[in-house]
């Protein structure tokens, strides 16, 4: 009997969050909550000494963008509150992606339980895009104005086989810019707009000062030497490629999240 006595003690402390540290990570169980607009996943969460980590997945469920600004997180363990600070994602309208949430401190593998306060995610509303000049290339003047956005020339290399661009954007404006690389366009002498081979870029977000680059890339045209890229005049166009927006910021949620006894024994 005192032999049992003595196992169940010794199991019951383990459990009791005294002795949490000798576990030199320590899991926690997956977790989600869903509203109107979105839905966030967590998983894949462990304890370090002296980092907690996650996967985070946010599920946009509108016809809007998603702004997500981990600065506005935080976790809570053990009294304190750490930050979750990183760069702000964007969620394109009914998609999703996934980034991997980072705290540091010390002894955070000791404890059995901690608050996610997630907190920082807007719905974003998109104003019309700015009106733009039509930019010539080989390029008479390397910068343009177009409301509160400053493009410049980077470098260009003009070609027969192949014409890549790159421009630097400036964001003189208040809020929330967003800047859509894979809208650009090139006019050629047959009269014909070309969308830039980087269709797949990827929009970007940028705040009050901040300066960003963006490539348009174009290949071979057919036509012969008067659609020869190196030899003609290129109007690069950029319609719908600069927009202001506002944002709405939507309710935070607290997710308490618990130890996974099982997984945390089952891998020491």
Same mark, same amino acid.
């Given at each position: 009997?005192? &032999?049992?006595?003595? &196992?169940?003690?010794?199991?019951?402390?383990?459990?009791?969050?005294?002795?949490?540290?000798?576990?030199?990570?320590?899991?926690?169980?997956?977790?989600?909550?869903?509203?109107?607009?979105?839905?966030?996943? &967590?998983?894949?969460?462990?304890?370090?000494?002296?980092?907690?980590?996650?996967?985070?997945?946010?599920?946009?469920?509108?016809?809007?963008?998603?702004?997500?600004?981990?600065?506005?997180?935080?976790?809570?363990?053990?009294?304190?509150?750490?930050?979750?600070?990183?760069?702000?994602?964007?969620?394109?309208?009914?998609?999703?992606?996934?980034?991997?949430?980072?705290?540091?401190?010390?002894?955070?593998?000791?404890?059995?339980?901690?608050?996610?306060?997630?907190?920082?995610?807007?719905?974003?509303?998109?104003?019309?895009?700015?009106?733009?000049?039509?930019?010539?290339?080989?390029?008479?003047?390397?910068?343009?104005?177009?409301?509160?956005?400053?493009?410049?020339?980077?470098?260009?290399?003009?070609?027969?086989?192949?014409?890549?661009?790159?421009?630097?954007?400036?964001?003189?404006?208040?809020?929330?810019?967003?800047?859509?690389?894979?809208?650009?366009?090139?006019?050629?002498?047959?009269?014909?707009?070309?969308?830039?081979?980087?269709?797949?870029?990827?929009?970007?977000?940028?705040?009050?000062?901040?300066?960003?680059?963006?490539?348009?890339?174009?290949?071979?045209?057919?036509?012969?030497?008067?659609?020869?890229?190196?030899?003609?005049?290129?109007?690069?166009?950029?319609?719908?490629?600069?927009?202001?927006?506002?944002?709405?910021?939507?309710?935070?949620?607290?997710?308490?999240?618990?130890?996974?006894?099982?997984?945390?024994?089952?891998?020491?």
């Amino acid at each position: 009997m005192k &032999i049992v006595t003595t &196992i169940a003690f010794i199991g019951a402390v383990a459990l009791s969050g005294t002795v949490f540290g000798q576990y030199e990570k320590v899991y926690y169980r997956d977790t989600t909550f869903e509203t109107e607009a979105y839905k966030v996943e &967590i998983d894949n969460v462990v304890a370090l000494p002296k980092e907690l980590k996650f996967r985070m997945n946010i599920v946009n469920k509108t016809n809007d963008w998603l702004l997500y600004n981990s600065d506005e997180s935080k976790i809570e363990l053990g009294g304190k509150s750490l930050d979750t600070k990183d760069k702000y994602i964007l969620i394109a309208p009914n998609d999703s992606k996934k980034k991997v949430m980072r705290a540091v401190g010390a002894n955070l593998n000791d404890a059995r339980t901690f608050n996610f306060v997630c907190e920082g995610i807007y719905k974003v509303a998109l104003k019309p895009a700015v009106a733009t000049p039509v930019f010539r290339l080989p390029a008479s003047n390397n910068e343009f104005v177009a409301g509160n956005f400053k493009i410049t020339l980077a470098n260009s290399a003009k070609e027969t086989a192949k014409t890549d661009v790159k421009f630097k954007v400036t964001y003189t404006g208040e809020g929330l810019a967003f800047v859509s690389p894979a809208k650009v366009s090139v006019e050629m002498p047959d009269g014909n707009l070309y969308a830039t081979a980087r269709s797949k870029a990827d929009v970007f977000a940028m705040k009050k000062g901040e300066t960003e680059s963006f490539l348009a890339t174009w290949e071979r045209m057919e036509g012969g030497s008067k659609m020869d890229m190196q030899l003609v005049e290129m109007l690069i166009h950029f319609e719908g490629v600069f927009q202001e927006s506002t944002q709405t910021k939507l309710d935070r949620k607290v997710l308490p999240m618990s130890w996974n006894d099982a997984l945390t024994m089952g891998k020491k």
